[in-house]
């Protein structure tokens, strides 16, 4: 009964597992959710007040497909200023989420054997909106041992006629790992005058703890090819808005509008007016999460290598996940893959892991470090005692 299309699809395993702990809740059970890529924190008192002002001036009506036009100014704005980007505003689209954003770009751009360069690990979206696309992923596998990035060789030698589209996310969920300009600037000589597009996915730029975030859409190399995506939800914890935006070449900023125009229309007008606020602060008033955040990452990390001797880890430069290879728990046990075994930490650690294999990871699981540190040490120790049971 059901279409081809959706029993092929996979359901968001980040979901999935925060469907499960919130299941396992509501029987009563102390779980603690490391799975969800959701910021603890409410959302600042400046944003909730743009928000009531603008429900204040009943802005309750249908927006445009694209966005209102002074939140697309402010969008250009910010891209100057924070990055170098120069956008005009009918280069910008607002959609339900960078998500939308996403996806719109792949079904604006991806034919039914198009290739799709996507560095492991990755967003767990990316995969099957290429798939649901007809489109093929190219997944090119990275180590703990590099940081989780892939070099520009590698990206080179997977390039085929058929690439159609690199995309990655920077920094990336789930590893944390940055590329920086350095990097950037190898990569970007790769697609020079090449006609493969660049979508840069920036949602966590605002939560870097060590150099300098950089967006490869301002090398003049490859800035007609670049499409870069950001949101709010992540660094001004206003996950429940949904107010993503994508900015690009007109052409395929159209593109995305006319699939938007059949699918969701225009986003939140409530949240649009609000977001107008919080791009013309900058990240001048959230500082203060990117400071828990670090302090909490550090934390974790610091824990993992006390009471998790065989987990493998590394020091995350940005978002607020962290992303061990568990491997010595899996060879050393009747465990057959990583799925289970965060399922056996669910059910007998009552922690809630999101398993690597769904962000291309199959030996690591994803913790995300947003929320206290007493829950942090209380995780950790449960994870510890849990992994020495599976021990032969």
Not at 361 to 390: C, P, Q, W
């Amino acid at each position: 009964m059901l279409s081809e299309r959706v029993l092929n699809m996979n359901e968001s395993a980040t979901l999935a597992m925060a469907s499960k702990a919130r299941e396992l809740k509501s029987k009563g059970l102390d779980i603690i959710s490391m799975s969800l890529g959701e910021p603890d924190f409410g959302a600042p008192e400046f944003l909730r007040n743009a928000a009531i002002k603008a429900i204040e001036n009943d802005f309750s009506s249908y927006t445009p497909v694209v966005g209102f036009k002074d939140l697309r100014q402010a969008i250009s704005n910010k891209l100057k200023r924070d990055n170098g980007l120069d956008y005009s505003d009918n280069q910008i689209i607002v959609s339900t989420g960078a998500k939308q954003s996403i996806a719109n770009l792949i079904l604006s751009l991806i034919n039914p054997g198009d290739e799709v360069i996507i560095p492991a690990p990755f967003w767990v979206s990316y995969e099957d909106v290429i798939k649901f696309a007809g489109g093929k992923p190219i997944i090119l596998k990275s180590s703990i041992e590099d940081d989780f990035k892939v070099s520009a060789e590698q990206i080179r030698n997977a390039i085929t006629p058929k690439t159609k589209l690199f995309l990655f996310s920077n920094p990336c969920n789930p590893s944390g790992s940055m590329y920086f300009k350095n990097e950037l600037v190898e990569i970007a000589e790769v697609f020079k005058n090449t006609d493969v597009i660049i979508a840069s996915d920036e949602i966590y730029e605002y939560i870097v703890f060590e150099g300098e975030h950089f967006s490869i859409g301002s090398l003049d190399s490859v800035k007609d090819q670049v499409v870069t995506i950001n949101g709010l939800s992540k660094g001004y914890a206003v996950t429940g808005w949904r107010l993503g935006y994508l900015a690009g070449p007109e052409k395929i900023v159209k593109a995305c509008a006319k699939i938007q125009s059949q699918f969701t229309s225009g986003a939140n007008s409530i949240a649009q007016k609000a977001a107008i606020e919080a791009l013309d602060s900058g990240n001048s008033k959230v500082l203060y999460m990117r400071e828990a955040f670090l302090e909490r990452r550090n934390f974790l990390i610091d824990q993992m290598k006390k009471k998790v001797p065989h987990a493998v880890v590394n020091s995350p430069q940005g978002a607020f996940y962290l992303f061990p290879d568990l491997k010595y728990y899996l060879d050393n046990s009747k465990l057959e893959n990583v799925e289970q075994l965060s399922q056996h930490l669910l059910t007998d650690a009552l922690v809630a892991c999101t398993p690597g294999s769904a962000f291309g990871g199959d030996t690591n699981i994803r913790m995300s470090y947003a929320l206290s540190l007493e829950d942090i040490e209380k995780a950790v120790d449960r994870i510890a005692a849990s992994l020495d049971k599976l021990i032969l």
